[in-house]
């Protein structure tokens, strides 16, 4: 029997804290994935993500990490050029990607802790050098949120460039309809907002990108849409799929329906309000304002406090938040506000900071 209290809650931008029932349901007995049974829980899954995703295009999944379905955007969407937009560590990573796996691409950077502003997204767009674009809308290294409305609209003017969306630490958190936004290739993994154990990745892909991926050579094998979808038309996956947290998702998936999605993204604002008014009040925001995250907060230590001594005290309270990525290590610390947690969860660990950082005085 686990003994659940031994362990520390996840206050960090993923893996999530998942609930105990949630991952209860991975001990169901395993099932063929050429079954019946198989096909059954995948003609239940994709119907409830479509929903979630506000989309009518194909949901895929894949038994890898969110990675996976990056690598998979440029490998089936990228003919010409892709402009990378880079403002953190992921995004940066996405550029990287885009480069080993052989294509032509540039990468549009901005600061740290700054979003990317639509015009200039137009300006570059309009020299017709891409057909593709990539963006991360939740940047986690900095709590940096896009503005996914504004970008989209610019895109719109573009209908030839492939919209290639991360929504990996914002899907299941923040609202995002897929279809009236236009993105041809929304990602993400199951370990974020999602809540559920690491190891499936999540992709909404539009006709477009299906017919975009026709003229595109060498896609590969394990991430080429096209044998996704000839897959997809059987309810299965392509490669042996991690059956384990298929069912974790489909039940977190229920429970959503349940909190209704309007709720789910009420409560995920509130806890960020709340962070950041906690975050402004006692130290800073590392974030511009207008571009701060709903999931994830990135408190700038101005005060200059060992934020790695600060975890390991709270580890003694059986909580756990994130220090700054990279560079920003010990600079900043980032608290994640996503999935299951509530409102009263994130006023015990700002309690629990205030107490220690009160007995250092």
Known sequence: MVDYRRYKKLFIPGPTEVRKEVLEEMGRPMIGHRSKELSALYGELVPKLQELLYTKNHVFLSTSSSTGFMEAAVRNCVKKKCLNLVCGAFSEK????TVANGKDAEAMEIEWGT??????IEEKLSTGEFDAITLVHNETSTGTMNKLQEISEVMKKFPDVMFLVDTVSSMAGVKIEVDKLGIDVCLAGVQKAFAVPPGLAVAAVSEKAIEKAKQVENRGYYFDFLTFLKYDGKKQTITTPAISQM???NL????VKEEGLENRFKRHKEMADYTRKWASENFGLFVEEGY???TVTAVANNKGINVAELNEKLGERKM????GY????EKTFRIGHMGDLTLDEMKELTDAIDEILGEGK
């Not at 979003?115 to 200039?120: I, K, M, N, P, T």
């Open 115 to 120: 979003g990317h502003r639509a015009g200039d």
């Open 292 to 294: 701060r995250s709903d």
């Open 326 to 329: 990279g560079d920003l290590k």
């Open 252 to 255: 977190q998936m229920d429970r």
């Open 320 to 323: 756990m938040l994130s220090n």
């Open 94 to 97: 996405w550029h990287k990607i």
């Open 247 to 249: 069912y974790a998702l």
